[in-house]
């Protein structure tokens, strides 16, 4: 399976266990694809080695088959041991050039940017899409730079070729605002994690996208 | 360089950069060299994957051309990027056997034990060494299991076939105790990076198995 040729990065879900509402991570992640995420990311800032290789084991079980791929935050070593189809890096992370050699030309490799230095020296790497990190500000991670609004959005997509994966703070509500501004995904934590019903909060933003 | 066959376990340097008062980490690991400590482990938790890699970069180069190998704590996908000789695990860490598999044949693996029944159950993998840990209780890992001691040590000597990497509370006036209740090997933290004088150190420990 060529991963970077077949993905639908539209409703991209990034996964964090403790805005689950104490439910069961696979069954979150699997109702939002059901829902219609075309993509899913495993973020674990804090489980061992060994309990982070085993989700992503479980996850690619559950997902790879679906068509839908899984990417591992940070963790090159998870992404191969699991057999993920990809690897997602932020600028303190593993350089892109040297996740691309240990993962191999067919994986999904992506790049979180934050500033438009950082989204201009990305078009001469070998990757699948950047992530604008943050668009609106948001509390699920807060070490992060000034977002980037609509308007840098909108900059990025006039600036860019890349595939543009919009994250933080993007809800229900926003969403058209967001895609209207140039966004081609939609990369949503609590949304769909902390939604009470994530397979129809994933309908909703993929809604979007077909007005 | 098949380092399986050719490493001097003898003194064995694990880091910490906190430890190292303050002086540059290369020089210190560089010094507890001269001083004949024959492996180097880099174990970074706190590091950023970026960070981690610089780091394992830079004594990637200077230590292998010298015959020592530098070994990564935990981090596999580290441990290729840099080109380092081998991988140290723990049991919340990569399972031994993906170690192996991503790590491939030549490179050294190494797995910490804390019970009697994982060093039992180490004896049916590929793996090079177990780390008997804590020999003693110590200030530098707290999350341990109750300590091996000497009596410990010997049983293991007694009952397994395996390379015996003491590590936990070994200094200079315990080293040749342990030396003689069976270990093969004398891993330090602060015994090395935080002496007034690491290549002095390193003399010290090795002179224990040279009486």
């Not at 982070?52 to 088959?65: C, E």
């Not at 790049?111 to 604008?132: F, H, N, P, Q, W």
């Not at 994250?167 to 605002?177: F, L, M, V």
Request: glycine content about 8%; aromatic content about 4%; proline content about 5%.
């Amino acid at each position: 399976m060529n991963w970077r040729m077949h993905t639908d990065y539209r409703v991209y879900l990034v996964t964090d266990r403790d805005l689950c509402l104490g439910r069961n991570l696979e069954d979150v992640v699997l109702a939002a694809v059901r829902g219609g995420a075309g993509a899913v990311q495993l973020r674990e800032k804090n489980a061992s080695s060994r309990e982070f290789l085993a989700l992503a084991r479980a996850l690619v079980s559950r997902l790879q088959p679906l068509g839908v791929p899984l990417i591992i935050n940070d963790r090159a070593d998870i992404a191969l041991a699991s057999g993920a189809a990809g690897l997602h890096v932020g600028q303190s992370d593993l350089p892109p050039e040297d996740a691309r050699r240990l993962m191999g030309p067919d994986a999904i490799i992506g790049l979180s940017v934050e500033t438009r230095e950082e989204l201009l020296d990305a078009e001469k790497l070998d990757i699948d899409y950047v992530g604008l990190s943050p668009i609106f500000t948001t509390p699920t991670k807060t070490d992060t730079h000034e977002p980037w609004g609509l308007a840098g959005l909108r900059w990025a997509r006039e600036h860019s070729p890349l595939t543009l994966v919009a994250i933080g703070g993007i809800h229900r509500n926003n969403a058209a605002d967001v895609v209207a501004a140039g966004a081609h995904s939609l990369a949503v934590v609590s949304e769909l994690c902390s939604a009470q019903n994530p397979e129809e909060a994933a309908r909703n933003l993929l809604a979007v996208f077909e007005k």
